[in-house]
């Protein structure tokens, strides 16, 4: 409580305050998991967010309710309900035509914020007006508790080449995210590295920061590629085409090969 207390006060005396949109889509997803996902943004000690909710036609009829009680009880919570299932990435399509902030941050449907997490992205913005993208340190959450933190180094093209180095936490801003075309549909497991390696392909080293701090709970439940790389084999075919459509377009000589490990 004395660390959140600390949190809002630097978060009252930022000079600029931007609105950071969390994108979220949902499917089907586990009722409480999803509600702690929800929890964990209206809980974050810096205020100026909008939570951005695109439901791609859960088949769950408990989902449904859920949703519209939390946009109900929270202003800034934005939803919208798609008619037909149109796979992760066109429902992160969705959640982002709804966002009005400057940057987006994505959050899985069931994974968690660390209650510092928007608060470390404006005050990081504050110091490096120019930044488009940021990422932050992770770890993974199960039934064992917190474990297996992932400090990442600065900006490291190679390192981002051999796998999701930005993952999560990701932030980028808004404009750059609509410039690229957002997540793209047909790589769907790898969507987000995908995304990586083009906005890598635009940026130079100071827009892109690291925020090393453990921001981002990833939820390592039965079937995640957070508890298995194979878990999702389809998610193993998306990032080598992810990848070799990203050499191409650098004009770089490769052929990409999956290792045992990933």
């Not at 009722?31 to 967010?49: F, M, T």
């Not at 993952?167 to 410039?179: G, I, K, M, Q, S």
């Not at 047909?186 to 920061?209: K, N, Y």
């Not at 439940?221 to 191409?248: I, N």
């Amino acid at each position: 409580e004395a660390d959140l207390a600390r949190w809002r006060q630097q978060a009252q005396a930022l000079a600029a305050r931007p609105t950071l949109s969390v994108l979220m889509p949902v499917f089907d997803a586990p009722p409480e998991a999803l509600r702690q996902a929800i929890d964990s943004v209206r809980a974050q000690a810096y205020g100026a967010w909008e939570l951005c909710i695109a439901d791609d036609a859960s088949r769950d009829p408990a989902l449904g309710p859920l949703l519209e009680q939390a946009a109900r009880e929270e202003p800034r919570i934005r939803l919208v309900r798609r008619e037909r299932n149109g796979h992760i990435a066109e429902a992160a399509l969705g959640a982002l035509a709804l966002a009005g902030g400057e940057f987006v941050a994505f959050l899985d449907q069931d994974d968690l914020l660390a209650p510092q997490a928007l608060l470390r992205v404006a005050q990081a913005l504050q110091a490096r007006p120019a930044a488009q993208l940021l990422y932050s340190d992770e770890d993974t959450l199960d039934e064992r508790g917190r474990h297996g933190p992932y400090f990442k180094p600065d900006g490291n093209p190679t390192l981002l080449r051999g796998h999701n180095l930005v993952n999560h936490l990701a932030v980028y801003r808004t404009a750059l995210v609509r410039e690229l075309g957002g997540l793209r549909p047909g790589l769907e497991g790898a969507q987000d590295w995908d995304l990586a390696l083009r906005a890598a392909e635009r940026l130079q080293p100071d827009q892109v920061v690291h925020l090393p701090e453990v921001l981002y709970h990833w939820r390592g439940v039965r079937g995640s590629t957070a508890r298995a790389g194979d878990a999702k084999p389809y998610a193993r075919q998306a990032a080598a085409r992810a990848l070799q459509e990203h050499l191409e377009r650098c004009g770089a000589p490769g052929r990409v090969q999956a290792l045992p490990e990933g």
